[in-house]
């Protein structure tokens, strides 16, 4: 069973500070990785995407890799009111499929 | 459009009806998805297209469930005999694909609530 881990939160940070969001997975050949962010009552939109290990930095987002320890995170800079939603780690574990396993998410809430 | 557009919005209907949910993708994405979020629950997968064919359909919950997808373009996905655990939101995603190592990413529609009274 190829599963996603992720702390259901809530994660509270203030506003102006980092949020840092982790995700485990438990296959080691997953090939593809990605955050998505869902306000209530709206649909998952994409943040970011990695494929290999190491950092990718997008705008105030950085997702980071680790293969070995079958890990990725998403850091979140100068956190804003407006970040508060729940964050979803979803893996593209390879083969014929290109369907996403999803985490059951991360509740971020940033204080003002 | 530019986005992947679903439709209805939201669909109210008694137990024991069949209901249709329609999915356009985003133009020029060959791969297409179903997936499937419960109140409380994680998304779950439900089906994947490549053009009209539907190599993975290995999520879809039992055999009341079917989808189809025609001129590799607009898909839908039926449920017949609608039970009251069928309802979620409904959600269809699609993306480009590339044969191997960096497929592309899925961008999802705003999906479909539909609820079984």
């Known amino acids: 069973q190829k599963e996603v881990e992720q702390n259901s939160g809530p994660l509270s940070v203030p506003e102006g500070a980092i949020a840092s969001l982790n995700c485990t997975y438990s296959d080691r050949g997953s090939q593809s990785f990605f955050w998505y962010r869902q306000y209530s009552g709206k649909s998952p939109e994409l943040i970011m995407f990695?494929?290999?290990?190491g950092d990718k930095e997008d705008g105030r987002f950085t997702a980071q890799l680790n293969k070995a320890s079958q890990y990725v995170s998403l850091l979140i800079r100068d956190s804003q009111p407006s970040d508060s939603a729940t964050y979803l780690c979803?893996?593209?574990?390879?083969?014929?499929?290109?369907?996403?396993?999803f985490g059951t998410g991360t509740l971020l809430a940033v204080q003002p | 459009g530019a986005g992947v557009s679903q439709s209805p919005s939201n669909k109210v209907t008694e137990k024991g009806k069949d209901v249709e949910l329609r999915c356009d993708p985003i133009s020029g994405h060959t791969a297409l998805y179903w997936y499937r979020q419960s109140l409380g629950q994680g998304l779950e997968f439900l089906i994947y297209f490549q053009g009209n064919s539907a190599p993975d359909k290995s999520g879809l919950p039992s055999d009341r469930f079917s989808a189809e997808r025609t001129g590799g373009s607009v898909s839908t996905l039926t449920i017949q005999r609608t039970q009251q655990e069928d309802s979620a939101v409904y959600l269809c995603?699609?993306?480009?694909?590339?044969?191997?190592?960096?497929?592309?990413?899925?961008?999802f529609g705003d999906g479909t609530r539909l609820s079984i009274l």
């Open positions: 990695i494929y290999s290990n």
């Open positions: 995603a699609s993306s480009t694909t590339v044969v191997g190592a960096g497929r592309g990413p899925q961008h």
């Open positions: 979803a893996v593209n574990f390879g083969g014929a499929t290109n369907k996403l396993i």
